[in-house]
């Protein structure tokens, strides 16, 4: 095993040990099939295919002909090219704190070389990195569940949802109590999705609403005398509504469950989630979940999958063997991914390079990754603007 690759082992081990905690419910959705990395092109080729929705009807068997009958044509998807979404972020350790012991490490465990110290400050700035970009990862997950595109530096990504499952109007504000219907707002969404992906059903069926479409949800269903459609926590219940075994990977990444509803449009319920979980960018701190927006999800695996890409920069085996000299040529690893709630995320996704930043002032690198969550069958989602009717 070369210096690079045991390195790139070494700091995969430390991430898998660690205690990470961000929330993952956008990533989990998009992981609860089987992941693909590609470690050997930057550029993806996706397959869209819809059609083949048409009935298939009967024809004579006294007919020698073909008339009338469909001829499928193999290959006849939409193929496009698309640019892995790249994060990179660097870091760097001073060549000052090679000589000072470490602050909470004693005798005899303290890292005593430069060598150790340099990996120590090395591992603790690359877990704060993966974290970020963990973050950063939900947030393109959730916009790509809500709006199955996503703007990268490199390009706007469309994976052709049906225009009218995207931003659907509503009957009435859900904020305008005596007048809205949310009930018939979700089942049009439900019967729209149905029509539109001619998928047939889902055993599980769930609305993710923002923390404001949810309280004006709330209102409104408090004034509906003991609709027996509506069991919704604390409203009609003694007891928590109990959560639906599909939903087990959600409430892990910290969606909240509320209970179900059922719509005008059957009789199947549509379990509601909430997910009070947030980012900070630019100084400001912002819901994952959009404001005054309801995703309406006819959910199963395989609809969602996730793609990793590779990383840009290339490491450099002259320093990684003078470096890391003394760092042990074996590295034990209990398995090669990271659970973080729902979430199962290989750790070879996350490309760890160093290099010495110049006239002896230390050491850095750089921690890289390149998901990419694709909607396979993008009609699966409908959403709602609840303010806008």
């Avoid at 490490?105 to 430069?114: G, T």
Wanted: net charge negative; proline share 5%.
């Amino acid at each position: 095993m070369s210096m690079i690759d045991l390195a790139q082992k070494y700091f995969h081990a430390i991430f898998q040990r660690s205690e990470i905690r961000v929330p993952t419910l956008a990533q989990s959705l998009f992981l609860q099939s089987e992941p693909v990395v590609e470690s050997g092109s930057d550029v993806i080729e996706l397959e869209t295919v819809k059609g083949f929705e048409t009935i298939s009807e009967p024809v004579s068997r006294n007919s020698t002909a073909s008339d009338g009958t469909k001829i499928y044509v193999a290959g006849n998807a939409t193929n496009r090219k698309i640019l892995f979404p790249l994060t990179q972020d660097e870091f760097a350790v001073d060549s000052g704190l090679l000589n000072r012991r470490i602050v909470g490490f004693e005798s005899p465990h303290r890292p005593l070389s430069r060598e150790a110290r340099r990996l120590y400050y090395s591992a603790e700035l690359m877990k704060e990195i993966v974290k970020s970009q963990l973050r950063g990862h939900e947030y393109a997950a959730m916009t790509t569940f809500f709006d199955a595109a996503l703007t990268t530096p490199d390009g706007a990504i469309d994976f052709g949802r049906t225009a009218t499952l995207k931003n659907r109007k509503v009957v009435e504000k859900w904020s305008v109590t005596a007048t809205a219907n949310p009930l018939k707002d979700i089942g049009d969404a439900l019967k729209a999705i149905r029509q539109t992906s001619k998928m047939g059903s889902s055993p599980f069926v769930f609305a993710l609403m923002s923390e404001g479409s949810f309280e004006n949800f709330l209102k409104w269903a408090s004034t509906q005398k003991e609709n027996q459609n509506i069991r919704i926590n604390n409203i009609w219940l003694d007891n928590f509504a109990n959560v639906p075994p599909q939903a087990g990977f959600m409430i892990a990444s910290g969606a909240v469950y509320h209970g179900w509803v059922t719509t005008p449009y059957g009789a199947q319920p549509v379990h509601v989630f909430t997910y009070p979980e947030y980012y900070e960018a630019s100084g400001s701190s912002t819901a994952y979940v959009p404001a005054n927006k309801v995703a309406v999800c006819s959910y199963f695996p395989e609809a969602f999958k996730t793609f990793y890409g590779p990383g840009k920069r290339v490491a450099e085996s002259a320093y990684y063997e003078n470096m890391l000299s003394g760092l042990i040529d074996e590295v034990e690893m209990e398995k090669s991914e990271k659970v973080i709630g729902g979430a199962r995320i290989p750790m070879e996704v996350f490309n760890t390079v160093l290099y010495p930043l110049g006239r002896g002032t230390g050491d850095g690198g750089v921690v890289e990754s390149a998901p990419l969550f694709v909607p396979r069958f993008a009609d699966c989602v409908a959403t709602l603007t609840t303010e806008v009717k």
